[in-house]
Every structure is written in C-alpha cells, then in structure tokens.
C-alpha cells in the first residue's frame, strides 16, 4: 500500500492540501488564497491558462470544461499545469528516478524537465491530479512541498560535492542539513518572495553558483587554537531576475555551527523588514541594499542572539564526516568491451576524474534538460549497475552519475548510447541552458528552448564541444528579462523581447556579454542591443569565429570581448539588427519552432500613424544608443557617474518617444517629461507590463530622485540594467498602443499556416 | 483489485481512464519532421479533432523521445519517429463516460481520424501511411492496471470488444506485450487481415450509431 510508505507528517499535509483544492471547487476558499496554497506545493500555472490562446490568425477562448472555476487570479482550473518537484542538492535515488518517470508518464507528457536550479518540472498536468501525485512522490521520500511560493525554494549544492578536485570540504551535509531545517519553519513563512539558498565546495567553479543567491554558503576552514574548523564564507542578497545583485559578503568565516541559526535569523528579518507589497522589491537583495550590508549583517547577529536555543542547529555535525554514499566494491564489467563510437569526445567532455583515485563521474547529456520517461527508468537500471544510489542533477540541466570505476567508462559509455544518453557535449558550448520560454512559461517572449535546439544543433554540427578554447565558454538563454535561463552568467547570453516592424511584431533576443560562468558567477553580462531571433546562431558564430581567429594566447572569450570593446562587438552584429520587411523575409515575424505568426492579431499601417509610430520609434532607437553609451561608461571609463547620468538621459529619452504619440511638441525639459510621462502613462497604467505592473514604469522616476547621489560601480550597473528594461517596457507599450489603435487586417496571404489547410 | 471496466453507460467510470492508443506507419521516407509543428497548429486553428486543443510542444530534441506533441485538455497526441516509420500515440488524460470497450473505441476513432489527416496532409505530400493492420493499447495508469498477465487477463475481454468494433468482425488476436515490468502494459491486437484507416473508421461510426 502507498500509506504505508508515507511518513505521517507528509501523508497529513497532502490530506490536507487535497481537502483546499476541494473547497476551492467549491467555492469556499479565495482564489487567492488557494493560489498561493497550490504554489506552496509546488503547483505552477502555465501559458494559456487564462482560457485563450492567439492561434495565429486570432485569440480563440479556449472551452475549458469547469468554465469559470479559478485555480488563482485569472487562471482557470482546468488549465494544464506545470508541477515542480524540489530535489535538494540535485541528489537522486534510483527508486525516485522511476517513481519519478511513472508520474511523468502517467500524469504528464512523459518528458521530465530538469531545471538550472537542481529541479524537476513536468508540465501539461491537471490539478486534480496532483494530490496523487505527491503521495506517490512522498512514498519514495520526496515533497513538493515549498517548491514555489513566497518559501525557501530547493537548497541547491554543488554536484560535485564530496567528489571534487578543488572542494574545501563535501557541502552536501550542510545543504541537507539546511534543506531539512527550513523546511516548513515557522520562520520562513511569511517572507514577501521566495529565498534561494546554495552551497559551494570552492569559489572557483560555477557548480553552486552562490553570488546569484539570496543565500549562499562557500566551504572554508580556519585554524583554531591547532584545531582545523569548518566553516563558510557566507555570502546574501544575490540574486538574477530582471535586474542582478551579485551577493554581499555577510561573514568571511561562518562556523558550521552559526549556520542554521543565522540563517534562521535571517529568515526573521527578511521576514520583518522585507517589502511585502511590491513584489518587484520583495526579494532580500533590495532589504540588503536598502539597509547596507553592514546594517542587514548587525540586525541579523542581534537577532540571532535572541533566538531560542534550538537542538536541530547541531545536532547533525557530528556526522558530517560519515560518507552518505559509497561506490560499488568492484567493477560492473569484469569483461571490458572496445569502446563505442563517439566514445572519445564523450569521455573528454562528459568524464571528470574525481578526487578519490580509479572513480570518475560522468556527466549524461540531457539536451535542453528533457528526458523521457521511459529514458529515465532505463537510466535507473544503468544506475543500479554501475554507481548504486549516488546520482546528482547539475545545474546545467544533466544528470551526474558519481562513484563510476574508471574501467567501466567504456561500457557505461555503450549502454547510455543505446537508450539515446551517450551524446557528448556536456558542460561545453554546446550544451546550450534554457528556460521553459514561450514554450509552456506565462511569462515567456519569444522561444528560448527553440533557439537554445537551433544553437545546439548548429555548434555541435561544427564539433565547438571538443574545442579546447571553447571550453569555459557557456550559452544560457532566457524566454523573458526575468532570468530563469540565468542569461546574465553566461559568456553569450540572451533574453527575449518583441520589437514591432511596420505594424508586425518580430521575436529578438538581447544580447548579453561580460558575464562569466565560473567562479560562482561573480560577473553579469550586459546587453549590447537586440538581434532578430532566427538571426542568433548567425550572432554567435559571428562573435566565436571572430575569437577563435583573432583572440591572443590564453586569452579567454571574456577577456578578448573586453579588449576589442562593446562598441566593437555591437558594429560586428549591426546588419543583423535590422530587420527587412515581412513581404521581404517573413521567415523572422515567426518564432523557432512555431508556425504562427509573432504577432497577436495581424495589424495594419495607417499613413496618419505611420508618421506618429515613426517619432515614437525615433525615440526608443534613441534610447537604446544612450543606454548602450551608458555601458561604454562602464567599461571604457569606469565612470559610473556618467553611466547613471547617461542611462537615466536613456529612460528620459524613451519616456520623451512615447509621450510624442500623444503630444508631438513634448518639451526636452526632464521636470516635464515627468510630469506628462506620469500623467499620460503611468496613471493611466498604459505603460504597466501585464504580469509586472508598474515595476518598470516606477524605474524612471526612481532614476530621477536619486540623481545627484554619488554612485558606487554597482548601482551604475544597476541604473543601466534598468534603463533597459525601461526601454524594453517602452518598446511594449509602444507595441500595445499600436494594436489598441488599428483594426485588424485579413491575415497575409504568406502565413504559412494557410497552406497548412486542406 | 479495483475494477478496470465500469460496466455502466453514460456515466464517468472510476475505471481505467488513462490509456494510449498506438498506430505506425508503413516504412516512409522523406519526412521533415518540422511539418508536424505546422500541421498541429493548424489543426489548432481550425478544431480539426475532437477535444480542447491546447498547444504544440516539440520535443524534437529528445533523442528517441516523443516527437512533435499535440497538447488537449483531453488527452496528448504525438508522432514520433520510430526506426524508419513514424508512430502516433493518442494518450487519453480526462474521464470519458460509457464502458472500457466504448472508451478505447472512442480514442482509436480519434487516433485514426488523426491518421487520415496526416495520410491526406498537404504539407507531407503522401509520405505517411499507416498500417492500422496493427494497433497498440497501452494501460498509463499502474496503480490501477499493473503490468502482469492477470491485469492483461483481466482487460481482455473489453479488449476484444472494443477491437471487434473498430475492425468489424472477431478476425484478430490480442497479444500481452511482455517486457520490463516497470514499463507500462502493453496488448498488441492484430487484425488476420489488412486493413486501411478509412475503413475502420466507417467501422467505429456505424458501430457508434448502432
């Protein structure tokens, strides 16, 4: 029986939940409140769930059965779903590995997702299912419980923890310990947004990433009266989204046992001080940055001193030193068979040697994170054979199978290749991060996981995964400005945006470089402009065939980046930023992967507006050279006085280009671009982002007051990251008023689904 | 055991609703598998199968994996490459009313209605065609149909009633697929004879109209 495998605590909270989702059908509980419940548990909405769908040609109702039954605002019941399954620290049994494959299977699409922050997602499924599905989660151990929500989210560690070459100490006992103590505290429930804690064994590697995080741990010992201790360089307010905090030092050696109290005090004050009604403010990078760190860092060491003495912040350290996991005692293989094809690449890109000799763990490709069903039990039995219980998700969106016998490489090698896992390519430019994007993601723009398939194919059609020079170089892609593709990390990043081209609308992808993947993501990337989507491979092989052929010895792809200078790097892609128009190339008004038209709803030009929509997109154009300037600041100057004068004159100058849609003879006075930017946009919420509200739009008079505060690097950067964003808002509104102005037109007679009907 | 069939008309059984149904393809050739994005969003446009059609997803990427997807609040539908021929998978998601057997025959004449539409889809140029000669049934549901021969023993009768109705005569056999047991439970049915879509299809329609 299922109930005799769940613990009781776990069993009573899924009774629990099982008995909301009933009184929410039956209208007895808010929407809501029910929304934040279901999240909680990790209970996501998806794409269309508001009951339409733009089909190409028109939005089409969708007739979803329970009619106007909401699961939370504006998001009907019956809308298929997206579930995700917290894994902490990425570690996997091979029982959770097929329980998870059977709920895929059975109450999915069979495709398992796996997420840059050690989750699993499985997407299309139907909340009634989901009390079930947790129960069969919970028999193998594993809650959903927290996995979205304004919550402590997964504990995230470094995968090659207690493996590692460089690690100071193995941190999974510490992201378990943490993991295990958050969960459900009383005090981590009332925070504004989510919290998002990771763990590192060393802070020159990526693996865990911790200067993005809320929260986040580095291993470090110090020597004490003789005695070696254990401790963490402890770092808070990290965090991606729409615009990035690298995380402030909180203490450079935290001992192992201040971890769970401090970060239980600093739940408390997150949880206190923290914006609760601005959710764009809400997450503990802008308590951290509103207080100083130094303030944040004395209200947190007062609070931890009053907290009650609780048994749980060590009552685990004295087992830390016990190995959680163990190899195999011999070889699977005694019979060594001849290497596979491909068995070469693949060992030199997924294989890493570990620490302890004769072990090495390999890495198995999961192109764009996804695996099948039927691939992951099969995994599971690969798993049993040569690594026992010892399996690892990375944030790169594999699996890692650690404790493997080095003379077993060769034959694990074979049977990964014959379940279609053998791909090599892991960690290498080629293995191409994205977010969900417009493929399932309410929030997504244009198709990341399309252009992350189409990148993939194309570098590994050129071999660049076994190219040694390319080796440090990361792709990541986001659908959307929030991050979820963590594009800001990458050597080559991009987010989506929408532009419209004589009344049609075309997905792009800024452009994002400067950031670098390793050392725990501890530089951003910034955008150097916006290139049609279906014109990114051509951006990429523009900008690494252009390194591999001019970058000087040892140079790395940042730092060649850096030298030949943003302006240049922008010159080099500037023909592939204009776009023809749709009679000439309406292959671009179309997104990866999607037949439909970008656009929502075929518009057409008027001559009266043409000449209005003409000043408007002057102006943004505009902008967008200022705010590149203000990163030219940045880089070349490092003035961040300029910068934030030059991004803040972007916002205006973007601010400036709309209003002239409705006043032409707009004054280049700020005070009044202001004053008829609130008037005319923000109080009549027409530049307010559908999902973000008036996040964007409150940018610029924030830029504005704190103008003449002398500005730190930081908030220079900051102030560009923003003009962006208000400039993409712009582009927005701008696309909006557009489609609220003209009637629609028959579609275009190019539309390619038209031949599509028989 | 729980009972599989729910022997009740019009009425949401409590029985086996999650299933697939199976249909290949002969060995075809030139196929560009982009063509099914297209054509299923067509479909989308223009209602071209029963149920609530949703989205597309595309899981191209996915080295044997499931294709090109056909999402609706009812059930999943995909092709798949599968060797050299293609496989569409129609996997049933909500309760249906009636009994087992008219619930597989009303998803097989959802299946195969999507199998003519690819066999006449424009965009493919006659390169699908299937061999409904052979179907598969598929039991997505483990708490309820384990994969064992005393499951198998226990749906095959409704099996073969619902078989009957879509080939029109007792002139097949069912055949329990036998591999892991952690994989789903499989029935091959196979009629003696060949068969074309068109014609089964006739088959479920009169059938469904007494």
């Not at chain 1, 989660?137 to 996995?147: D, K, M, N, P, Y």
């Not at chain 1, 986040?216 to 965090?239: M, P, Q, S």
């Not at chain 1, 209005?612 to 100057?637: C, K, M, R, T, W």
């Not at chain 2, 798949?80 to 597989?104: E, F, H, M, V």
Request: with cysteine; glycine share 8%.
């Amino acid at each position: 029986m299922l109930a005799d495998r769940i613990s009781p605590a776990l069993s009573e909270e899924i009774d629990h939940y099982e008995r909301q989702l009933r009184l929410r059908r039956q209208g007895k509980i808010d929407e809501k409140i029910f929304a934040e419940i279901r999240l909680r548990r990790g209970v996501y909405g998806q794409r269309y769930d508001n009951g339409q769908r733009h089909d190409g040609e028109k939005t089409q109702d969708i007739p979803y059965p329970s009619g106007d039954l909401l699961k939370g605002p504006n998001t009907r019941w019956d809308a298929p779903g997206m579930q995700r399954i917290k894994i902490p620290f990425g570690a996997l049994t091979t029982a959770q590995m097929e329980v998870l494959a059977d709920i895929a299977e059975e109450y999915s699409d069979a495709i398992l997702h796996l997420t840059t922050r050690q989750d699993i997602q499985l997407h299309f499924v139907s909340i009634d299912d989901t009390p079930d599905m947790h129960r069969r989660l919970a028999a193998v151990g594993i809650t959903t419980r927290e996995a979205c929500g304004n919550a402590v989210r997964n504990v995230t560690g470094c995968p090659l923890a207690g493996v590692c070459r460089d690690e100071v100490f193995d941190v999974t006992p510490y992201s378990k310990a943490t993991a295990e103590f958050l969960l459900g505290h009383r005090d981590a429930q009332d925070f504004g947004r989510k919290f998002k804690i990771a763990f590192s064994g060393c802070s020159a590697s990526a693996c865990g990433l911790v200067f993005m995080h809320d929260m986040g741990g580095i291993a470090r010992t110090r020597v004490v009266d003789g005695v070696e201790k254990r401790g963490f360089e402890l770092y808070v307010g990290g965090g991606l989204g729409a615009i990035p905090h690298q995380a402030k030092l909180f203490d450079e050696f935290l001992p192992e046992e201040h971890l769970l109290p401090t970060a239980q005090a600093i739940a408390r004050v997150f949880a206190r001080l923290g914006e609760k009604r601005n959710r764009a403010r809400a997450r503990i990078k802008f308590l951290v940055a509103k207080l100083g760190i130094d303030e944040f860092r004395r209200l947190v060491l007062k609070e931890r001193e009053t907290l009650q003495e609780d048994p749980k912040w060590t009552s685990w350290i004295s087992s830390v030193n016990d190995a959680s996991e163990s190899p195999r005692s011999y070889p699977a293989t005694s019979d060594p068979v001849g290497p596979a094809a491909g068995f070469t690449g693949w060992e030199k890109t997924n294989v890493y040697g570990q620490r302890q000799a004769g072990f090495a763990t390999v890495s198995v490709t999961l192109p764009l994170g996804d695996i099948t069903s039927r691939q992951l039990r099969q995994l599971a039995t690969i798993c049993r054979r040569y690594v026992k219980d010892t399996i690892r998700i990375t944030v790169e969106q594999n699996f890692l199978l650690r404790w493997v016998h080095q003379p077993d490489l060769a034959v694990l090698h074979r049977d990964l290749s014959e379940i279609g896992l053998g791909e090599p390519g892991a960690h290498s430019i080629v293995d191409v991060t994205a977010c969900p994007g417009t493929d399932t993601c309410k929030l997504g723009i244009a198709s990341s996981r399309g252009l992350a398939a189409a990148l993939r194919q194309r570098l590994a059609a050129k071999q660049l995964q076994y190219d040694e020079t390319l080796k440090d170089l990361r792709i990541k892609v986001s659908g959307c400005f929030n991050s979820c593709g963590q594009h800001h990390l990458a050597e080559i990043g991009f987010y989506g945006v929408g532009r419209t081209i004589n009344g049609y609308k075309v997905p792009h992808f800024r452009v994002l470089l400067g950031g670098r993947w390793n050392a725990n993501a501890k530089a951003f990337g910034l955008s150097i402009g916006a290139v049609p989507s279906k014109r990114i491979p051509e951006t990429v092989e523009r900008l690494i065939d252009r390194y591999l052929r001019e970058r000087q010895a040892h140079e790395h792809f940042s730092e060649f980046m850096a030298r030949i200078g943003k302006k240049e790097a922008k010159a080099m892609l500037q023909d592939l930023m204009i776009v023809p128009a749709h009679d000439v190339d309406p292959s671009l008004y179309s997104d990866w992967g999607d037949a439909r038209q970008f656009t929502i709803g075929d518009i057409g030009v008027g001559e009266c507006a043409g000449q209005v929509v003409s000043l408007a997109d002057f102006g943004i154009a505009a902008a967008e050279d200022e705010v590149f300037e203000a990163q030219l600041f940045l880089d070349e100057d490092a003035s961040a006085r300029r910068a934030t004068g030059k991004a803040l004159n972007a916002m205006l100058t973007a601010a400036q280009g709309l209003i002239k849609l409705q006043n032409p003879d707009i004054a280049d006075d700020p005070e009044v671009i202001l004053r008829e930017f609130r008037t005319r946009f923000y109080d009549t919420e027409l530049f307010f982002d559908p999902f973000a509200g008036s996040k964007f739009a409150r940018l610029i008079f924030q830029a504005y007051d704190s103008r003449s505060k002398e500005p730190t690097s930081e908030l220079a950067r900051q102030r560009v990251e923003e003009a962006q964003l208000f400039i993409e808002a712009a582009h927005a509104c701008h696309g909006r008023m557009l489609e609220a102005q003209r009637k629609p037109r028959p579609a275009s007679p190019d539309a390619i689904l038209k031949s599509a009907v028989s | 055991m729980i009972a599989l069939a729910q022997q009740t008309e019009d009425y949401v059984s409590p029985g086996l609703q999650r299933f697939c149904i199976r249909f290949t393809t002969l060995a075809s050739t030139n196929v560009d598998d982009a063509k099914f994005i297209d054509i299923f969003h067509a479909w989308i446009q223009r209602q071209a199968l029963p149920g609530i059609l949703i989205d597309v997803a595309d899981y191209r990427h996915v080295p044997d994996g499931l294709g090109v997807m056909l999402v609706s609040h009812d059930a999943n539908l995909y092709v798949a490459p599968d060797g050299n021929r293609y496989s569409l998978t129609y996997q049933r998601k909500t309760a249906q009313p009636g009994t087992l057997p008219q619930r597989i025959s009303a998803a097989a004449a959802v299946a195969l209605t999507a199998c003519q539409l690819l066999e006449r889809e424009q965009l493919l140029h006659g390169a699908l065609k299937f061999d409904p000669q052979q179907w598969a049934f598929v039991a997505n549901d483990r708490l309820l149909a384990p994969n064992d021969e005393a499951t198998f023993h226990e749906l095959r009768d409704d099996l073969a009633l619902a078989a009957a109705g879509v080939y029109g005569s007792d002139n097949f056999h069912t055949e329990y697929v036998h591999q892991d047991p952690r994989e789903r439970l499989t029935v091959n049915v196979r009629a003696a004879k060949p068969v074309d879509v068109r014609m089964l299809l006739e088959n479920i329609r009169k059938q469904q109209h007494g």
